[in-house]
Every structure is written in structure tokens, then in C-alpha cells.
């Protein structure tokens, strides 16, 4: 009861402070001019499709089941097909080398650039005039570079046999430059003829190697050495290899299941047809386009579900930061990855339609395939929040420093009451503020949002917990999560500034120093996102709501790490909960222990 006293006692006092009310002005300004910079992207919409144009039910079966266009079952059928050929592929790599199967995939050209180089060689050796060993020498030129623009087209595409860093890459782009440099410069024939470069793409490339990791040096003497480096190198190749069984799954569980569905689908097309055809009537006319949608959305879901499982078990044995050094793999996190597929998943086991929900919220996407209030809601509190640190800071630094330099701290030690009760009376007299602009911004956003979109409406919401479990929630439930999750990040800030409020006796310096850890912490989450290390750093652990979905959909760029810290790559919820909690835990016994020592006399 005594510390209730305290904690009243000390919002009274706060109450009284004019900055409390300039800076809630300041939040409903800042609130009110967020519906003009409001303008979020429209999110996919999973599927979802409306044969526009059509007079009748005939009309949209006709148009769905032509050969020609997007939107049609052969299309469809197609990226399933494609799917197949993917699993198809991998399975042929567990099989066989690699290496030889990407060479015959991607660098057929080089049969043509060994041919070329053969009839050179040739062509020298007989002693041909100048001009002929001049046109011949352009067209191996011309076909070297062709071959490294399609290397370098290519190599960056998925499905890949082999990983591939960007060094490696460059290597192989270097190592021909070289030898086109070294052809362009030959003298006689002798050059030509007793240089090991000769026998580069004859005993090389056509051999089923590539070459990598090969520095470009722009001299004849390191390109007779291109293929002893381009051999020594083969070693490093990492071969992709997929998990069998994963692959007979995906094909079992998934692949076959969805035929299946879409055979059933198909027919119900065809029996709606067969009775309606030339029904004009909306709802008959709906409910087509109700079976289109089904079908696509099916064929979509596994398309996420099978480009994700292969890329999670090539992945499966290495960190973010080494995967993202591969060329086909440069903007991969895990999280992300793992967080789609298990949406996907959920939505193929339980025969959802994705077009039915709503993505978490995000910065900068609607949730639905249009914006709606709670999407205006979490981009105004966003934004907020901003606001709300600041003053938090600001008003956690200053309940003792504050005091100490207005000379009223030793009316605390006058008081019969235990240091720590008065310490935790002024911690939950801040955080009661910071509980009441939370909820100002929310009712604010809710009023301006209803007015400026489309309400309220929006479907259910998917959410993923920690990238692993899936389930239906309401917008309410979810924003009820984000509110809780940014009040997590505010009062993180708000028990450094209590820190420094007992460090120092300064108010200006207390303040000073905390907003200036606020900062430093943006700046560090804005420009050290790859950095391995700084995941493990409380500042970036802040944001719990990223956690409850939304990953894959997420805006990365700087704009968004001003108002909520990215997810960093291996980052996961317990990793987050833990290097929180024992940050505040640690600031919380500073605090306390610290302002129990505390001269205030």
C-alpha cells in the first residue's frame, strides 16, 4: 500500500509538469499529420483472381481453361509441372556430380568456345595468314565473353547445383578476361602454341569443371597459369546436396495432394458449368471465380512451400552470414525463410485459401490487398513510439537527477520509507505514462484511420510465432500483442534513463546521456544489419512483435530501422527474450542498488 501511496504521490507530481502536456499535443499533432505520409503498398492477394469482363459462368470456364494466358488452368498446371522438375533436379544432384550437371545446364556454350579454341589452335599450327587467324581469334574473343555473360546471368539464379560465393563468381569472369587479354595480345604462333592457356577450356571447361576464385591480373604470364589455378580451385566447389526424403515428401505430401485438389476443383468447375453456363446472375458468376481463385492459390502455396523446404535443407548446416555470401542466395535469412514455410504450410495441411487472411501488420505493406484502420493504426503508433522514447527517457532521467538538482531529493531521505519502495514508485510512476501515451496514440489512430480508410474491415490474420507455429488471430488480438510488445521497448529505454538519473547528479547530463543511448542504438540497428555479432546486443533485441509474423513481408531498409529494429540474421525469439530480460535485469539492480547507497542528505 505504501509504495501505491508513492506511486500516486509521484504522478501527481508529474501531472503538474507543463511538458506533460506539451508533449501530448505534440503526439495527437504528430498522430494527425501521419494520414498524410500514410500510403502503404497493397499486399499480394494469395490467389485471388476475377475474370473480369465475362457476360456469363460459361464465359470464365472457357477463359480458365484456354491454353493462352495467365490466368488459366495450363498456366497453373505449368508452375506445378515446374515444381516437379525442381524436386526432379535436386534429386539428380544427390545422384550424380554436381558440378558436371550445372556445367551441361548453364555453360553449354562452352562446347562451341572449345570448338573455337580447338580450330584456333589449328589454324596456328598450319600456319595460316594473318587475316584468316585474325577472324578466328575474334570469334574465340567473342565467344569467351558470351560464355562469362551467361556464367554471370546465370549463376545467380536458383535451382544451383553448386554454391557459389560472389569472389568465386568474379574469379571465374577474371580467369576469362585474362586469357581474352592474353589471345588479343598474342605475337606468333609460337605463343600460342606453348602456353598452357591453350589447353584452358579444351581440358578444362570441357573436362565438366568451372573455374573459380581466380584474381585478375590483366598479364599474359597469370593467364598461361589460368588453368593450374582454375584446377586448384575445383576443391572449393560446394556441392548442393538435398535431403532424399525431404524431396519424395514434398513430392508425396504436397505435390500429389495438390493434383488431386485441383482435380477435384476442376471438376466442380465443370459440373458448375455444365449447369449454369449461361448464367449472367452475380452470385452464380462469383462462385466461379471463387473456384479459379481456389485452384491458383493452391498451386502458389506449394510453389512457397517447396522453393522454401529446399532452400532451408541446403542451407540447414550453415549460418546466415556464411549463406549470404552465396551468389543465388545473397538476400536469405533464415528466419524469413523458415517463417513463409511455415505459413505455407499451415495453409496447405488445413486447405486454406491465403486470400482469406490478412498478413501481420507491416510498415510499409497493407495487411490485406487493400489498407484498412488497423494498418494506419500500427504506422501512426510506429511512428509515436518515437516520441513516446524520447519523453520516457527524459522523464525516467530526470526523477532523481532531476530532483538532486532542483535540491528537493533530500525531501526523500525526510520520508519513513525503504529506498527501494521510493525507487519503485517513481519506475511505475514513469511507466504509468508511458502505458497512458501508448493508448492515447492507439484510440488517436483507430479515430483517424476509420476516418481516412476503409474501417475496420479486414480478414482473419495469420500469425507465426517464432517462425514455427501457426495460427488464426484477429487484427485485435495482434495489435493487442504489438502494443504489448512496443510498451517491452519503451520501458527498456525508460530503466537506462532511471540508470542514469541515479548515476549522476546532473538532470541536463542524465538526459543528455540516455537519449544519446537511444540514438547510438538506432544508428547501430540502421548500419551494422549483417554484422553477426550485434544480434547479441540488447539494443536490437527490443522489438518482440516481429516475432508474431510478418518477417517475409518486412521492410528492411533504414527508413524502417528508425522506428523498429530489423530482424538481424539467426536472430529468434528466445535468443531476443533473453538478452533483454538480463539487459534490464542487470540495469534494474544497478538502479536499485546504487540509489540505496546514494547520498541524498
Given amino acids: 500500500m505504501r509504495t501505491l501511496k508513492l506511486t500516486l504521490a509521484e504522478i501527481k507530481k508529474m501531472l503538474l509538469r507543463p511538458s506533460l502536456y506539451i508533449m501530448t499535443f505534440i503526439l495527437v499533432l504528430t498522430l494527425a499529420t501521419t494520414m498524410f505520409i500514410f500510403e502503404p503498398k497493397n499486399s499480394d492477394d494469395g490467389g485471388k483472381v476475377t475474370i473480369a469482363g465475362m457476360a456469363t459462368v460459361g464465359n470464365i470456364y472457357s477463359e480458365f481453361t484456354s491454353l493462352n494466358g495467365l490466368t488459366t488452368s495450363t498456366y497453373y498446371l505449368n508452375m506445378l509441372e515446374a515444381e516437379e522438375d525442381n524436386l526432379n533436379f535436386y534429386r539428380d544432384i544427390n545422384n550424380d556430380d554436381s558440378k558436371q550437371l550445372i556445367l551441361d545446364l548453364y555453360l553449354s556454350g562452352s562446347t562451341s568456345v572449345s570448338y573455337l579454341f580447338n580450330d584456333y589452335y589449328t589454324n596456328h599450327a598450319a600456319g595460316l595468314n594473318a587475316a584468316t587467324l585474325s577472324i578466328n581469334n575474334q570469334r574465340l574473343i567473342d565467344a569467351l565473353d558470351a560464355l562469362r555473360v551467361q556464367f554471370n546471368d546465370e549463376v545467380t539464379q536458383q535451382p544451383l547445383g553448386i554454391l557459389i560465393n560472389s569472389d568465386q563468381r568474379v574469379g571465374f569472369s577474371e580467369a576469362i578476361n585474362s586469357t581474352i587479354y592474353y589471345l588479343t595480345n598474342l605475337k606468333d604462333s609460337s605463343d600460342f602454341s606453348n602456353s598452357a592457356v591453350s589447353n584452358m577450356f579444351n581440358t578444362v571447361i570441357t573436362a565438366n569443371y568451372l573455374s573459380l576464385d581466380y584474381p585478375y591480373y590483366n598479364n599474359p604470364t597469370v593467364a598461361e597459369n589460368a588453368p593450374n589455378i582454375i584446377i586448384n580451385a575445383i576443391n572449393s566447389i560446394e556441392n548442393i546436396k538435398v535431403d532424399v526424403s525431404l524431396l519424395n515428401s514434398l513430392q508425396e505430401d504436397y505435390i500429389q495432394v495438390a493434383r488431386t485438389r485441383l482435380d477435384a476443383i476442376m471438376t466442380q468447375m465443370s459440373t458448375l458449368n455444365t449447369e449454369k453456363s449461361a448464367s449472367i446472375l452475380f452470385a452464380d458468376k462469383a462462385e466461379m471465380n471463387e473456384l479459379v481463385s481456389q485452384y491458383c492459390a493452391t498451386v502458389l502455396t506449394i510453389e512457397r512451400i517447396i ?216 544508428g547501430l540497428s540502421m548500419f551494422l544489419q549483417n554484422s553477426n555479432w550485434y544480434k547479441y546486443i540488447p539494443f536490437n533485441n527490443l522489438d518482440f512483435y516481429k516475432y508474431f509474423g510478418g518477417a517475409f513481408i518486412a521492410d528492411t531498409t533504414q527508413l524502417t530501422s528508425i522506428f523498429s529494429t530489423p530482424m538481424l540474421h539467426d536472430m529468434t525469439f528466445s535468443t531476443s527474450a533473453i538478452t533483454t530480460g538480463a539487459t534490464m535485469l542487470i540495469f534494474i539492480i544497478a538502479t536499485y542498488t546504487i540509489f540505496a547507497k546514494k547520498d541524498i542528505n
Fill in 307 to 522: 522453393d522454401n523446404a529446399i532452400t532451408l535443407d541446403i542451407l540447414k548446416t550453415k549460418t546466415d552470414i556464411v549463406a549470404i555470401q552465396y551468389e543465388s542466395f545473397s538476400e536469405y535469412y533464415s528466419y524469413e525463410v523458415q517463417e513463409e514455410y511455415t505459413r505455407y504450410q499451415y495453409l496447405f495441411d488445413n486447405n486454406l485459401m491465403s486470400y482469406n487472411y490478412a498478413n501481420p501488420f507491416s510498415f510499409l505493406v497493407s495487411s490485406n490487398n487493400t489498407r484498412n484502420t488497423y494498418d494506419f493504426v500500427y504506422f501512426a503508433v510506429e511512428i509515436a513510439s518515437v516520441l513516446i522514447i524520447i519523453y520516457a527517457i527524459a522523464l525516467g532521467a530526470s526523477t532523481v537527477a532531476g530532483e538532486q538538482s532542483a535540491g528537493t531529493i533530500k525531501l526523500l531521505a525526510m520520508r519513513p520509507y525503504k529506498r527501494w519502495k521510493i525507487m519503485t514508485s517513481k519506475l511505475l510512476a514513469v511507466l504509468w505514462f508511458v502505458i497512458l501515451f501508448i493508448a492515447i496514440s492507439l484510440i488517436c489512430g483507430f479515430i483517424i484511420g476509420n476516418e481516412i480508410t476503409q474501417g475496420m474491415v479486414s480478414n482473419p490474420i495469420i500469425m507465426v510465432f517464432n517462425a514455427q507455429t501457426a495460427t488464426i488471430v484477429t487484427p485485435i488480438e495482434l495489435m493487442a500483442i504489438y502494443a504489448a510488445s512496443v510498451f517491452i521497448k519503451i520501458a527498456f529505454y525508460t530503466l537506462i534513463a532511471l540508470t542514469m538519473s541515479v548515476i549522476l547528479t546532473s538532470n541536463a547530463a542524465a538526459v543528455t546521456i540516455s537519449i544519446m543511448f537511444y540514438f547510438v542504438s538506432v
